[in-house]
């Protein structure tokens, strides 16, 4: 942390500096106050220009201090803000780069504004469940307007200068640094000759104020989940057509309230969760990374062909390994065609779509590929193939280069053992679209290097994906708890339940999709192949029979118009369907189940519950390092609410103690697989000591 003081032409310039992005730390805030008294007291100082160095001003509060005392110490950034807002000296912001959260709300206390045209400004509280607290929601409104107000704080997301030169929030928009356009307002006759004027005593155009929250408040009501935070950030901006004061206060209660709110606990919780699964035990920052300058994939079927656009995306050179002509002419229009309809949107130029393609180079020959620093596999689910593919890699590849698979359900320890190197072989598992979803599953295996797993996880960040670190079983960290949560969605459907309920069900919860829809979405052709595996391979091995007729009704989903819902009006519109409930009805006919009426949160508990159980199994075998990293794992690859913060943080805001005794109860229900609910040992041992955690077990 650094604070720069000096004058130039009579301003004085005060610059802070608290790298990576000038969070306002306590000592922070305290060195802005500091200087800001020896401005006020300079008699060569007639104005003050605030500055973040590095390019950028500041995004907010600083992260390394939520729950610490720090982040509440004195001067506090309401304390702060005063000080400039009162200030009989006028002070200019310069802003340049990101200026988010607490550092808008610190600019809107200033006098003046310059910012550089390429500047991002916004209040992206809402995204952790809170609302600016330090009169963003009194200042904007007043600045920008009650509409634009509204809109960015309810979503939270920034907007750039060019965005907001028109309004009051920007005095000057500059190409480049805004410090000499600063200076230079600092010395001009307009600042000279007025009292600095605050922020607080612009007059707010209440015309339209009610009738735009309304509106706005219209439009949250039909989100699902509704979220306490975008509403209480409406009620606080209509409050800003009362005197200050009283909106400041209004504000502030709003505040306080949802910092205790489950929904802002479970950003939060998801928000640091993101940060601890970079880490891992044993693979300090100090491990040595090898190159990842160009890489090679194998099989440009679905996957194949998005990992290919993620590593292209990035800028990694890369060479497209098919089995023959056909498939590789298929894979490269594949990527060619994900690239197309990007143009088509509008999201991609067509010279950069040619820039990246014309960094792929399709080959049907290992002997071209040696020299790749890295290869990912992905061709069919197949041992054999498997075998087949690394034996020949091992042949080719350079030594040091690293051989990772994309296998779904295979054993990486045994995929690496078709190969004289298995110290440089490890499960890279991308979820689909591969140039879409941000989750990574890195999977370490038995013999993985620490510098190939390092050096995994640096790929993971260059492709800018979520990493979490898995050990090697049987589906992984997410598709083995899914696999629970996909039964349990099919028994309850037997008891009693329809696929809607437990779609809608889970909706209200929060997730992306329902079980039923996103199976229809990913095909049940895929499924079907693994559960006749599972009886093959797993005597005993119980699970419904209902999706497997299904499937033999050829509704295999979205690509056949047909699956658990009929799709006659595309695939954005399900539609319950009379086939599969003759289905049901049958079904349960035959395997002798009366249906009974389930409620909602029953289904909730016994599909959010199976993940959890699971996931405390996941969590003893050390498979995930921690809690949290499964949470990542569901956050960022399967829908899951953040608001929620992840199944194991929710599990721990219900309580262990009573997850536990839930899961007894659903034990006692004897449709099904009878062993399903034996709790797995340490949801048993947490949730019979009363009040503990896994988020933090001692
Ligand atoms: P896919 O059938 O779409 O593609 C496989 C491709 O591999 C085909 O184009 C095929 O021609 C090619 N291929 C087969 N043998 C080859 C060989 N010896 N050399 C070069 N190419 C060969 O399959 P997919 O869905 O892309 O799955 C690929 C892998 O990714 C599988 O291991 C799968 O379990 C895994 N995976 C799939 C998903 C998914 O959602 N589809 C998600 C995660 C992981």
Redesign the pocket.
């Known amino acids: 942390m650094k604070i720069d003081y000096r004058v130039d032409r009579a301003a004085a310039v005060i610059s802070f500096a608290n790298p990576p992005v000038n969070g306002l730390s306590q000592a922070v805030r305290a060195g802005i106050s500091t200087a800001l008294e020896r401005a006020k007291t300079d008699p060569s100082v007639r104005a003050i220009v605030l500055i973040g160095a590095g390019g950028l001003f500041s995004a907010g509060a600083d992260i390394r201090e939520f729950g610490t005392a720090a982040s509440t110490a004195e001067p506090t950034l309401r304390q702060l803000i005063d000080l400039v807002e009162t200030s009989a000296k006028p002070v200019i912001a310069a802003i340049a780069g990101t200026c988010l959260g607490g550092g808008l709300e610190l600019v809107m206390a200033a006098h003046y504004r310059v910012a550089s045209a390429d500047a991002k400004l916004g209040l992206p509280e809402v995204k952790l469940g809170l609302l600016p607290g330090a009169g963003g929601t009194q200042r904007l409104p007043r600045l920008v307007g009650v509409e634009q107000a509204l809109d960015m704080i309810v979503t939270g997301e920034p907007v750039a200068a060019t965005g907001l030169a028109h309004t009051a929030l920007l005095d000057h928009v500059v190409n480049g640094d805004p410090l000499a356009g600063a200076v230079d307002l600092a010395a001009s006759a307009e600042v000279a000759t007025r009292p600095p004027p605050r922020t607080r005593d612009i007059p707010l155009d209440q015309s339209n104020l009610a009738a735009l929250s309304q509106a706005a408040r219209a439009r949250l009501t039909t989100q699902r989940p509704l979220l306490p935070a975008p509403m209480r950030a409406v009620d606080a901006i209509e409050a800003a057509g009362r005197p200050f004061d009283e909106g400041l206060a209004i504000e502030r209660r709003a505040f306080l309230e949802l910092v205790e709110t489950p929904e802002s606990k479970g950003f939060r919780h998801a928000f640091f969760a993101e940060r601890a699964a970079g880490k891992v035990d044993g693979i300090p920052p100090s491990t040595p990374l090898r190159p990842l300058d160009q890489a090679a994939v ?7 062909a998005g990992i290919a656009v993620a590593l292209l995306d990035a800028g990694i050179p890369l060479w497209l ?3 023959d002509q056909t ?1 590789l002419d298929r ?1 490269r229009a594949r990527i060619a065609g994900i690239y197309d309809g990007q143009v088509k949107k509008g999201k991609l130029t067509g010279n950069e779509r040619d820039r990246r393609l014309a960094l792929l180079r399709p080959t049907v020959s290992y002997e071209t590929i040696g020299q790749a620093d890295v290869v990912i596999e ?4 197949s041992m054999e ?1 498997k075998r ?2 690394f034996i020949a890699l091992d042949q080719v590849m350079k030594p040091g280069a690293i051989l990772a698979t ?4 295979l054993n990486v320890d045994a995929i690496a053992g078709f190969t004289r190197r298995p110290a440089d072989v490890l499960g890279l ?4 679209p591969a140039n879409v979803m941000r989750l990574l599953e890195v999977v370490r295996g038995r013999a993985t290097a620490p510098e190939v797993l390092a050096t995994a996880l640096a790929l993971g960040k260059t492709l800018r994906k979520v990493a979490v670190v898995s050990g090697v079983c049987d589906g992984f960290i997410g598709n083995r708890m899914l696999e629970g949560y996909t039964k349990q969605a099919w028994y309850l459907v037997e008891e009693g339940a329809t696929p809607h309920q437990i779609d809608l069900a889970m909706e209200s919860f929060g997730l992306a999709m329902g079980p039923f829809r996103v199976g229809d979405l ?1 095909g049940h052709d895929v499924s079907l192949s693994i559960r006749q595996r599972r009886r093959a391979e797993r005597p005993g091995y119980l699970c419904s029979t209902l999706p497997d007729k299904l499937c033999q009704l050829g509704r295999l989903g979205q690509k056949t118009g047909a699956g658990w819902y009929d799709y006659a009006e595309g695939p954005r519109r399900p539609a319950p369907s009379a086939v599969v409930e003759e289905l049901i009805i049958a079904h349960r006919a035959e395997i002798g189940v009366s249906p009974r009426r389930i409620d909602d949160s029953e289904v909730v508990d016994r599909l959010v519950f199976a993940l959890v159980n699971e996931g405390a199994r996941i969590l003893e075998e050390g498979i995930a390092a921690r809690a949290s990293d499964i949470d990542v794992v569901y956050l960022t690859g399967y829908g899951f609410p953040p608001a929620r913060g992840g199944p194991m943080f929710y599990a721990d805001q219900v309580g262990l103690d009573r997850v536990l005794r839930r899961v007894r109860e659903f034990a006692r229900n004897p449709h099904g697989d009878p062993d399903f609910w034996t709790p797995a040992p340490l949801l048993e041992r947490l949730g019979e000591s009363g009040g503990r955690s896994w988020l933090d077990p001692r």
């Not at 992905?378 to 689910?381: L, S």
């Open positions: 194998i099989g440009a079927g679905t996957m194949g390994v098919e089995a498939g894979g992905a061709v069919f689910e193939v087949g593919v994309n296998t779904s359900t598992h991308f979820f689909s990913v």
